[in-house]
């Protein structure tokens, strides 16, 4: 017997403050035209002041819920991708925990950076097929325009913030790629390339959370190639090939680098889910955010192969390859 990890619901959160791109030519040397044309972004949210992590993924994962048409009771594990904790300790996954209600469980966080949800979708699936747990929610939640440096025209104009979720739960297939739910995973890192995208403090070092610093340019170079190659790994490990896949949803970081990727892939831009006009870059929030504005949409749809595929900070990178 075969156990998949299936998904049986999806939410996001988003938090109320749209930041168009013209408010940052008040204080920056910057424009609508370069940030739109450079990186595809057109706006993004910001969170609240005193509105944190844990609350856009609360919401995210009531709303993950109720699509899945469960309580929070039903879940046994929550696992929660962020770099942009509340706080140092205790997890975000254990605040979400409380806030939904739950007393019984267990939850945590995972960070890889902007490759956080493909990690702790691959983790919440090894729970899943080791029996450790049954139905799962996978929150990817992020505060970024905490860790920007609002002088550096570079990076502050590219992230946003937001929160998606999934509901997961252990079915029984058949090991074929017919079934639904997580078909493969491919995770990779590299510690070597360090100073590409970091943030410049931390508990351990300099004692206060610090700015984020990236770059840019190098980075770029090293995410198509990368991203394309892990998607490649993904389907080869689900046995499939690029003309079974009816959605790409990758990390929402640049438009270009989702365009180079596609088209590395051999796949047209119309299997491509696109969010990162409206949403910026929200690092492990964005592959869960655009599932579920995907599915809003109409494009991804039961039965669906979808690849997920994200790269980030360390660097970290790596795909998934599942049948919605
Ligand atoms: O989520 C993790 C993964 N993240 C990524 O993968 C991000 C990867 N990198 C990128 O998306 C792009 O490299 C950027 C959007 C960050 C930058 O685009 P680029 O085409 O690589 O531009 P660049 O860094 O080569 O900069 C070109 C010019 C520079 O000016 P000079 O040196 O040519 O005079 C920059 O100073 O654009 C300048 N520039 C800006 N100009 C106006 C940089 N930021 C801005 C800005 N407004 N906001």
């Excluded at 340019?217 to 079974?244: C, H, P, W, Y």
Aim: glycine share 10%; aromatic share 6%.
């Amino acid at each position: 017997m075969t156990v998949r990890a299936v998904i049986k619901g999806v939410g996001h959160y988003l938090p109320e403050r749209v930041v168009p791109n013209s408010e940052f030519e008040a204080t920056l040397d910057t424009s609508d035209e370069w940030i739109r044309t450079r990186s595809g972004i057109e706006r993004r949210h910001f969170a609240a002041e005193g509105e944190t992590t844990s609350q856009l993924g609360a919401h995210a994962a009531r709303a993950a819920l109720k699509d899945a048409g469960l309580e929070a009771d039903d879940i046994d594990m929550i696992i929660v991708a962020t770099s942009t904790p509340d706080l140092t300790f205790p997890s975000v996954g254990t605040m979400i925990q409380k806030e939904l209600g739950m007393t019984k469980g267990f939850a945590f966080d995972v960070q890889a950076v902007c490759a956080g949800f493909v990690y702790a979708l691959s983790n919440a699936n090894a729970q899943i097929v080791s029996g450790q747990a049954k139905r799962v929610l996978v929150i990817g939640a992020e505060t970024f325009s905490r860790i920007m440096d609002w002088t550096d025209r570079s990076t502050c104009v590219l992230f946003g913030d937001g929160a998606g979720a999934l509901v997961l739960e252990a079915q029984e297939g058949t090991g074929t790629s017919d079934d639904r739910g997580i078909l493969s995973v491919d995770l990779n890192s590299d510690g070597n390339y360090r100073d590409m995208l970091y943030v410049d403090g931390g508990v351990s070092s300099t004692g206060d959370s610090g700015k984020l610093r990236m770059q840019g340019n190098a980075l770029f170079r090293q995410a198509v190639s990368k991203l394309a190659s892990t998607a490649e790994t993904a389907m080869d490990k689900a046995g499939i090939t690029a003309a079974d896949i009816d959605w790409v949803v990758p990390h929402q970081a640049n438009i270009r680098i989702i365009e180079g990727t596609a088209k590395k892939l051999g796949l047209p831009m119309d299997k491509i889910v696109v969010t990162v006009q409206d949403h910026g870059n929200t690092s492990a929030a964005s592959i869960p955010l655009a599932m579920s504005v995907g599915k809003a949409r109409g494009q991804i749809k039961q039965g669906d192969i979808c690849v997920a595929e994200a790269i980030g900070g360390g660097l970290a990178w790596g795909a998934v390859v599942l049948r919605w």
